[in-house]
């Protein structure tokens, strides 16, 4: 590791510490040359695999934006944002657990529908009015009524 004093090409590990949450290192460091003490930090890198979008395009997960249309479908409604989160946390495990270089788009939504079903039912059909991209009322009525036979089921 190079010096940030010195810029020495070569430093020495004094102290190795695991960090609070145990997904990262915490490293002591003095420079073979300049003897000064630094920091560093180590944890594993893992990459979220491309988007295949339904026009072919490809691009980085941002999973800011699909909080951002998780978050437009719970509006006003009684979901806090750790329950949000939890849903973007499980998305992305779910994204590093495929293996995968690619995902196409749609498995994405589908993701964030099962978890928002689960989740609250009124945040469930917004999504999937956006998702889906009803046309129109016969659509929407379709949708909830295959929502209310499944929820027939689980009582």
Known sequence: MKCPFCLFQDSKVIDSRLGEDGTMTRRRRECIQCHKRFTT??????????????????????????????????????????????????????????GEKEIVSSRIGEYVMVALKDLDEVAYVR?????????????FMKELKVLKKTNRKTI
């Open 127 to 139: 999504f999937a009015s956006v998702y889906r991209q009803f046309k129109d009322i016969s659509q």
């Open 41 to 98: 930090y180590e944890k594993v890198e893992m990459v979220l695999p491309f988007v295949v979008k339904k026009d072919g395009r490809r691009e980085a997960v941002d999973l800011d934006k699909i909080r951002a249309g998780i978050r437009k479908a719970c509006e006003k409604r009684p979901i806090s944002s750790d329950q949000i989160e939890n849903i973007i946390n499980s998305i992305q495990r779910k994204l590093y657990e495929s």
